[in-house]
């Protein structure tokens, strides 16, 4: 069974960093890219980044370039978001989710970051 | 940018009814679309891909259709279960991707 779980998630204050993990079982995790997305309280959901199956390929959403940065490491099955410079409008829950070429068949639970001083 | 575009943002409906919630690209993206359900506290889950194949173990009530720029999700007889919000997601522009802004079909 295919298992997706984010941790890392918190309350941060504006400017501050954050990095999430996803820890990946139940498939060969290198062999598939990989995307996180993110949903703010209410609201729909947004693409942010995706990174692939080698990690050497990777895209950002503008809202999040230059400050967030994907990462991988197949050896632990584990996909990381590295999150500076943290703004209120960052404040979702963020999920990983697995790349299926032109859609995403399988999603974590989330792990909720809250960005407020 | 590819903009998706979804109508009605809301749905009020009796279990048993039939459902249909659309889904218009702001250009072509072929059959690269796919539907998703939310419901509250969970992750979305993939029920429709390549525009209109169903994923595993998902019922048969649920179809989809549609290419270039307008797509629809259909669930022929509404269950309980299906209340919740649905999303569609388009892929043509791969490795990025964009998703509506959801429709949330609500028990009349």
């Known amino acids: 069974e295919v298992q997706l779980v984010e941790s890392g998630g918190g309350l941060i204050h504006p400017g501050g960093s954050l990095r999430l993990s996803c820890a990946a079982s139940?498939?060969?995790?290198?062999?598939?890219?990989m995307k996180w997305v993110r949903q703010a309280p209410g609201k729909g959901l947004e693409w942010v980044s995706y990174i692939s199956s080698s990690g050497i390929s990777i895209y950002y959403a503008d809202s999040v370039k230059g400050r967030f940065t994907i990462s991988r490491d197949n050896a632990k099955n584990s996909l990381y978001l590295q999150m500076n410079s943290l703004r209120v409008e960052d404040t979702a829950v963020y999920f990983c989710a697995r790349d299926n070429r032109w859609d995403l068949d399988h999603w974590g639970q989330g792990t909720l970051v809250t960005v407020s001083s | 940018e590819i903009v998706l575009t979804q109508s009605p943002a809301t749905l009020f409906l009796f279990p048993g009814e039939r459902a249909t919630l659309s889904c218009r690209a702001s250009q072509s993206i072929s059959t690269y679309l796919a539907w998703y359900q939310q419901k509250p506290g969970q992750a979305p889950r993939l029920l429709i891909h390549?525009?209109?194949t169903r994923a595993a173990d998902i019922p048969a009530r649920f179809s989809g259709s549609g290419s270039g720029t307008d797509f629809t999700l259909t669930i022929s007889s509404l269950e309980p279960e299906d209340f919740a919000v649905y999303y569609c997601?388009?892929?043509?522009?791969?490795?990025?991707?964009?998703f509506g802004q959801g429709t949330k079909l609500e028990i009349k």
């Open positions: 390549d525009a209109s």
């Open positions: 139940g498939f060969t995790f290198s062999s598939y890219s």
């Open positions: 997601q388009q892929g043509s522009n791969w490795p990025l991707c964009s």
